[in-house]
C-alpha cells in the first residue's frame, strides 16, 4: 500500500484496536479466474501473539473454497472529503485543492474454513455479544429457538483468518503545516460523525515541523 507523507501506520495493537472498531471488512481472494470479494463481519482476536480473523459465509458462497490461499482482509475506516476552504494558506497564494481524508487497514494472511458445530456456536456467541453487549437489552442466541438456529448454522462456513502481516494507511493531512492541520481539524470537525474520527485521528500526531 502506497504509504507517503508519513501516513503509514504500523503499530499492531493499533492496528487490531482499529480492526476491532470498523469490524467491517472485505476478504479478497486472486484466483486464476479472477478476484473474488467477499464483505463480512468479523471479530478480532489474539491468539498466542498472533492477530486471528474469525468470520463466516453462507454455505453456497463458493469463497470458502478456496482456504489456504494468500489473500486480504481490507478495513475501511471513517473517510470524509476535505475541502480547500478549510486551509488558511488558500488566502495567501491559492495553491490548495480538494482531497480525502481516510484510515484503512489491511491484514495478509491466508484463512481456513471450519464448519463443526460446537466451533460455530462460540462464533456467531461471540460475534453477537461484540455488538449487543451495549444495548439496554442485548439479543443472545439463547433467545431464539435451538432447532431454529441449527438449521442457520447449516447454512454457513466458518472463516478463520491467519494474519502474516498487518499495514495501516492514516492520511488525515498529518503533513501539513500547522495553520492547514488546525484549518483540517476544524474543518473535519465539522463534516459529521467520521469527520469527527479523523479530526481526532490526526490531533494524535505530532505537531508539524513549519
Given amino acids: 500500500m502506497y504509504t507517503p507523507n508519513n501516513s503509514a501506520i504500523n503499530d499492531p495493537a493499533t492496528l487490531a484496536h482499529v480492526m476491532t472498531e470498523i469490524s467491517f471488512g472485505a476478504l479478497i481472494t486472486p484466483t486464476a479466474d479472477g478476484i473474488e470479494i467477499s464483505h463480512l463481519p468479523w471479530i478480532v482476536r489474539e491468539e498466542g501473539g498472533r492477530v486471528i480473523l474469525e468470520s463466516h459465509v453462507a454455505r453456497p458462497n463458493p469463497h470458502w473454497k478456496l482456504a489456504g490461499a ?3 482482509v481490507m478495513f475501511q475506516g471513517p473517510q470524509a472529503y476535505v475541502s480547500p476552504s478549510f486551509y488558511p494558506s488558500k488566502q495567501v497564494d491559492g495553491k490548495v485543492v480538494p482531497t480525502w ?16 458445530a460446537e466451533e460455530l456456536h462460540a462464533h456467531l456467541r461471540d460475534l453477537t455479544h461484540r455488538h449487543e453487549a451495549g444495548r439496554a437489552e442485548p439479543w443472545a442466541m439463547s433467545d431464539a ?3 431454529y438456529l441449527a438449521a442457520l448454522k447449516r447454512g454457513i462456513i466458518g472463516l478463520r483468518f491467519r494474519v502474516d502481516r498487518l499495514e495501516g494507511k492514516w492520511k488525515v493531512n498529518q503533513h501539513k503545516s500547522s495553520a492547514d492541520r488546525q484549518g483540517t481539524y476544524e474543518g473535519l470537525m ?9 479530526a481526532q485521528a490526526l490531533a494524535s500526531f505530532p505537531a508539524a515541523q513549519d
Avoid: T
Fill in 70 to 72: 494468500g489473500s486480504v
Fill in 101 to 116: 481524508a481516510y484510515i484503512v487497514v489491511h491484514a495478509h494472511g491466508v484463512f481456513e474454513s471450519f464448519n463443526g
Fill in 145 to 147: 429457538p435451538v432447532p
Fill in 190 to 198: 465539522a463534516s459529521g460523525e467520521q469527520g469527527v474520527d479523523l
